[in-house]
């Protein structure tokens, strides 16, 4: 199924595994997409601020991101690239263990969770491994995150997916608007714009 461009902005709420806002903004460059944003973040005990500007190309895979994070520990800034074959560079380095994703996820962000569902644009009852190039807040560190998706019966105008992380026991049903941009995401966030 094709999507709909995305809006020219969307903003989520927080809710449950930390309080807190995410505002995107979507814009064409060429032949590919980049997104910008913030979110704000109060999670056990601690408060951080995590900006963003993801480059992705016309199948919606990253390209390239930069992230930064503003926290009572001080000012961190990363920054990754990937090649169309799923190599990535972190800050400039090879990233061997990101071979093979084609996606970057912000721990930050709802937001991030669009890019697999737009460039994979499953069928329903089909099923995919999506592992991301996963930036943490606050200290930016860079992991491999094993994750998958199923599309299941569009309910609504909406479309919905089973969503599973097993490296940290996690697994909720997602459901998307018609631009491929994350509605409700049970525990983490919801969309209010």
């Given at each position: ?17 930390r309080s807190g806002f995410e505002v995107a903004y979507f814009g064409p460059v060429e032949d590919r997409w980049l997104v910008q944003g913030c979110t704000t973040g109060f999670e056990d005990g601690r408060t951080w601020i995590v900006d963003y500007a993801i ?139």
């Open positions: 199924m094709d999507f709909s461009d995305p809006p020219p902005t969307a903003a989520w709420q927080h809710v449950e595994a480059e992705l190309d016309g199948a919606w895979a990253t390209r390239a991101a930069r992230v930064s994070c503003r926290s009572e520990a001080g000012h961190r800034t990363t920054s990754l690239e990937a090649d169309r074959e799923g190599h990535w560079r972190v800050d400039g380095h090879a990233a061997p263990h990101l071979d093979g994703c084609l996606d970057v996820d912000l721990e930050s962000s709802a937001m991030t969770n669009a890019f697999p569902v737009h460039r994979l644009r499953l069928a329903v009852g089909v099923r995919a491994d999506a592992p991301a190039a996963y930036v943490r807040a606050p200290d930016l560190a860079v992991e491999r995150l094993g994750q998958t998706y199923e599309r299941i019966t569009d309910e609504g105008g909406q479309q919905r997916y089973e969503y599973a992380a097993p490296v940290f026991d996690f697994a909720c049903r997602l459901a998307y608007d018609d631009s491929g941009l994350v509605l409700n995401y049970p525990g983490i966030a919801v969309r209010i714009s």
